[in-house]
């Protein structure tokens, strides 16, 4: 068994129950993809929308696309038919825009809110209080073809665990006081996307039931 099948059978049996495991494939070609799909993962994570669209074309129809990068206005509407999951949702406008792409082809998309908590200032995403600002006064139900279904967030990149705790704890309060507004289609809002390959076991630790790994089980991407 190749290292790719090794690592996805093995953080399979893992990964404690509940918690979903999506594989980041961004910079890795299609074979690689396959191989894990062999070993049983059918959620992959890309970064970039016209490799998540060629990827979806060329791979199997039933794996779940979730896309976790900076997502550009203008690449919405390409990614919006392949896509099962938008991650990285970091504006308001963005939310808006890929409500009406959805509503376009008819469909509703799932989405998560991305949450900046990290020391890095390059890093996107709304601040906790930002955000729950947005969720408090919009109205969600003006965009039914979106179901905001949690929250994603990065911890700082650091070795410093005790900074990466204080930034989970953070995405996981963030995500408590959303749900504690108790918006329509509450039921829905479940999905607490953190943790990383160097730090998913912490993150499960503050309450994530979703982890992007990448280069644990593809190796070290090549930019
Ligand atoms: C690349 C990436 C990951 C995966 O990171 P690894 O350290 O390779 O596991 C997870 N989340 C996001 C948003 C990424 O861009």
């Known amino acids: 068994m190749g290292h790719i099948s ?18 980041v494939s961004k910079f890795h070609p299609a074979p690689a993809i396959l191989e894990a799909y062999e070993a049983g993962q059918r959620v992959f994570g890309e970064s970039r929308a016209t490799e998540l669209v060629d990827k979806a074309k060329a791979l199997p129809t039933d794996i779940k696309w979730h896309f976790i990068g900076h997502l550009q206005t203008n690449k919405v509407r390409m990614i919006m038919p392949h896509v099962s999951l938008i991650q990285s949702v970091d504006s308001e406008r963005l939310l808006r825009l ?16 991305q949450v900046h908590v990290a020391q890095e200032e390059t890093k996107f995403g709304f601040l906790p209080q930002e955000l729950i600002d947005l969720m408090s006064t919009c109205d969600v139900t003006t965009m039914s ?11 700082s990149n650091t070795d410093d665990n005790t900074r990466v705790e204080t930034d989970f704890k953070a995405i996981s309060k963030t995500f408590n006081d959303i749900k504690a507004l108790n918006l329509p289609g509450n039921e829905h809002f479940t999905v607490i996307s953190m943790g990383m ?26 930019y």
């Open 6 to 23: 090794q690592t996805i059978k093995s953080l399979h049996s893992s990964l404690p129950q509940g918690v979903e495991l999506v594989a």
């Open 98 to 113: 890929i409500n009406a792409e959805a509503a376009r082809i008819d469909r509703t998309i799932d989405v998560l809110l």
């Open 197 to 222: 390959s160097d730090d998913h076991q912490l993150a499960i630790k503050h309450g994530s039931n979703m982890v992007r790994i990448g280069s644990t089980i593809f190796g070290y991407r090549q």
């Open 145 to 155: 073809n979106v179901r905001i279904v949690g929250v994603m967030g990065m911890a």
